[in-house]
């Protein structure tokens, strides 16, 4: 049995995604017969993974600056030697919610008229004795549970990991939002340091004078303290 505990999170942990990956992992592995996941009451809850953040604040606050995503995540391998630290590439990041999105219903409703509302429910839970629906409950505590079935009828269950990531190409930055951290960029950051801020694209081409800014010497994030 595995038990997960996740912050009440829709973008993150709380989303129909997620509920599809698990209903699928129970249903294809060996390993694991039941997974009991849990979103305690907003505020209410700190996970040993709030714990790890505090740790990375406190070696952060000694740093004078941090100007690339590649200099954060050598600092969070240097705050604690029990950090197993990976940099996400654009390439790790999978099509999961079109991978599943025309194997299971839109609108999910039990047999009891009851309509599925993921926001809901503080607990979910997936079994290979109850494979073909999920269980939920608006308690974290109570054993009363809705039961719903998720996967469209007649449908074969997709594979569990899609193949294709979500995005082909560099997503650019909106443009508002590329102009304030380029103006940002030109004020702040060493000449020296400002490979990554060149890297970035806008919506639109960027403009000549945003680029004549930025145009010059080479960074080399190795160097810095």
Do not use: W
């Not at 305690?40 to 709030?50: K, V």
């Not at 197993?84 to 839109?106: A, N, P, R």
């Not at 926001?119 to 809705?146: C, E, M």
């Amino acid at each position: 049995m595995l038990y997960l505990f996740s912050d009440n999170a829709a973008a993150q942990t709380k989303n129909m995604t997620i509920v599809q990956f698990f209903h699928l992992f129970v249903k294809s592995t060996t390993a694991i017969e039941k997974i009991i996941h849990r979103f305690p009451e907003p505020g209410h809850n700190f996970l040993p993974c709030d714990r790890c953040f505090g740790v990375i604040e406190k070696f952060l606050k000694k740093k004078d600056y941090v100007f690339s995503p590649i200099k954060y995540f050598k600092y969070i391998l240097q705050a604690s030697k029990s950090f197993f630290t990976i940099m996400v590439t654009q390439d790790m990041i999978l099509y999961f919610s079109g991978h599943y999105e025309k194997h299971f219903k839109k609108v999910i409703v039990n047999d009891i008229k009851e309509r599925f509302k993921i926001s809901t429910y503080r607990l979910f839970q997936y079994s290979k004795d109850n494979a073909d629906v999920i269980s939920v409950s608006v308690s974290t505590g109570l054993s009363l549970f809705s039961n719903f079935s998720i996967l469209k009828m007649g449908e074969n269950y997709p594979t569990l990991q899609p193949s294709s990531p979500v995005y082909k190409t560099p997503l650019p930055v909106k443009n508002a939002k590329y102009k304030d951290v380029m103006q940002l960029a030109s004020n702040y950051v060493p000449p020296d340091k400002l490979e990554f801020y060149r890297r970035l694209k806008s919506e639109n081409i960027a403009e000549e004078a945003t680029a004549a800014l930025l145009s010059g010497t080479d960074d080399d994030d190795q160097a810095d303290d």
